[in-house]
């Protein structure tokens, strides 16, 4: 039993238009409590843009292509998800095992990159589909910068020398790093290994999505798809992972009434075999607004991405695995026990990622 903090089982029940224009490319009850699937469409969450139905009438991928989706987010060349902080001026990779392991799940941190006091969103993505994952950040002016990764974890010749790759993004904010579509627009969900763009406008407080093309002169070219989500001003925290194991990424959302919902692009057909999208509840909440950082990724290298939340208030970090089991009638199984505190003294990041 924690004595500095509750398990999170205990405190969390698992149950941008014209600003957009301006960017620039240069527990409460414990794990696995049975509850009725919540309607497809509440009323608080978001509703899908009119031009993101048309991803839900492409040809959905083969289970077998999930790798693709959910491989190790891997910044150290073995093979295995590694988180990445931010502490003033430094930000740092923290070696993940392979394990859910409490304390032994990740090793000590090794800073790889200095001087990033100006920044105010760090992120990480494989933008050249060469298996390592290339280092983002946008400055508190509004710049965009990639650090390229050189294929050799080597403290801070990690990462490559920076370049600024665009401005405008003052308007950007929850912006996530995923492959989430692959770049022919024809057939958008044959993912091609190169993380996308995603963000939200502080314009229009929309959900944007900006489409990784490939690789020109050595750097990343990207082409605007339009907005995926509108009404985006109830999330507060985003990630993206396949925890439905559909072979295409899930939004996993934490909403500012503390609690955490995902959304399945995939999760029915209507009667033309269209696809259609329904929110599920993982956490139903207050109190999970607590969690400053949210996480989902494969910690244990089983092909199901894990929950990662961090604590403020103590400092913790927790880790709770992913059961292997997507139930849609009791979505909140799919994160099992047992917990674990996989690290203390976690409340000097300004960013976990």
Not at 228 to 239: A, E, K, P, T, W
Not at 261 to 287: C, E, H, I, R
């Given at each position: 039993?924690?004595?500095?903090?509750?398990?999170?089982?205990?405190?969390?029940?698992?149950?941008?238009?014209?600003?957009?224009?301006?960017?620039?490319?240069?527990?409460?009850?414990?794990?696995?409590?049975?509850s009725a699937a919540p309607p497809s469409q509440p009323g608080h969450a978001p509703?899908?843009?009119?031009?993101?139905?048309?991803?839900?009438?492409?040809?959905?991928?083969?289970?077998?292509?999930?790798?693709?989706?959910?491989?190790?987010?891997?910044?150290?060349?073995?093979?295995?998800?590694?988180?990445?902080?931010?502490?003033?001026?430094?930000?740092?990779?923290?070696?993940?095992?392979?394990?859910?392991?409490?304390?032994?799940?990740?090793?000590?941190?090794?800073?790889?990159?200095?001087?990033?006091?100006?920044?105010?969103?760090?992120?990480?993505?494989?933008?050249?589909?060469?298996?390592?994952?290339?280092?983002?950040?946008?400055?508190?002016?509004?710049?965009?910068?990639i650090a390229p990764h050189t294929g050799t974890f080597n403290g801070t010749a990690?990462?490559?020398?920076?370049?600024?790759?665009?401005?405008?993004?003052?308007?950007?904010?929850?912006?996530?790093?995923?492959?989430?579509?692959?770049?022919?627009?024809?057939?958008?969900?044959?993912?091609?290994?190169?993380?996308?763009?995603?963000?939200?406008?502080?314009?229009?407080?929309?959900?944007?999505?900006?489409?990784?093309?490939?690789?020109?002169?050595?750097?990343?070219?990207?082409?605007?798809?339009?907005?995926?989500?509108?009404?985006?001003?109830?999330?507060?925290?985003?990630?993206?992972?396949?925890?439905?194991?559909?072979?295409?990424?899930?939004?996993?959302?934490?909403?500012?009434?503390?609690?955490?919902?995902?959304?399945?692009?995939?999760?029915?057909?209507?009667?033309?075999?269209?696809?259609?999208?329904?929110?599920?509840?993982l956490v139903n909440a207050p109190n999970a607004n607590s969690v400053s950082a949210?996480?989902?990724?494969?910690?244990?290298?089983?092909?199901?991405?894990?929950?990662?939340?961090?604590?403020?208030?103590?400092?913790?970090?927790?880790?709770?695995?992913?059961?292997?089991?997507?139930?849609?009638?009791?979505?909140?199984?799919?994160?099992?026990?047992?917990?674990?505190?996989?690290?203390?003294?976690?409340?000097?990041?300004?960013?976990?990622?």
């Amino acid at each position: 039993m924690l004595t500095t903090q509750p398990p999170l089982r205990r405190r969390l029940t698992i149950a941008a238009a014209t600003a957009v224009l301006a960017l620039t490319f240069t527990a409460l009850t414990s794990v696995g409590t049975a509850s009725a699937a919540p309607p497809s469409q509440p009323g608080h969450a978001p509703k899908l843009a009119p031009g993101a139905e048309k991803l839900q009438t492409a040809p959905k991928p083969a289970l077998g292509f999930r790798t693709a989706v959910d491989g190790p987010a891997d910044l150290t060349g073995d093979g295995k998800f590694d988180l990445l902080t931010k502490r003033g001026a430094e930000v740092a990779v923290h070696p993940g095992s392979g394990t859910l392991n409490n304390a032994a799940t990740f090793g000590a941190p090794v800073t790889v990159k200095t001087g990033m006091s100006d920044r105010r969103w760090i992120g990480r993505g494989d933008l050249d589909a060469d298996g390592d994952e290339d280092l983002l950040s946008i400055s508190t002016a509004g710049t965009l910068y990639i650090a390229p990764h050189t294929g050799t974890f080597n403290g801070t010749a990690t990462f490559g020398t920076e370049y600024q790759f665009g401005t405008g993004w003052q308007v950007a904010d929850l912006v996530v790093i995923s492959d989430f579509v692959g770049s022919d627009p024809n057939n958008p969900l044959e993912l091609d290994g190169r993380a996308d763009i995603l963000f939200r406008s502080t314009g229009d407080n929309a959900l944007h999505l900006y489409v990784n093309d490939g690789m020109v002169n050595g750097k990343p070219t990207f082409s605007y798809r339009g907005k995926v989500f509108n009404d985006y001003q109830v999330v507060r925290q985003l990630d993206m992972a396949d925890l439905t194991a559909d072979g295409v990424p899930d939004f996993f959302t934490a909403m500012t009434d503390g609690s955490i919902w995902l959304f399945d692009m995939f999760a029915d057909q209507d009667s033309s075999g269209n696809w259609v999208g329904k929110w599920y509840t993982l956490v139903n909440a207050p109190n999970a607004n607590s969690v400053s950082a949210s996480v989902v990724a494969d910690v244990d290298n089983d092909t199901y991405p894990d929950w990662i939340a961090q604590f403020p208030a103590s400092g913790e970090l927790h880790a709770i695995g992913n059961s292997g089991n997507w139930d849609p009638a009791h979505p909140e199984t799919v994160f099992e026990l047992p917990e674990h505190v996989v690290g203390t003294g976690w409340n000097v990041y300004d960013t976990t990622t």
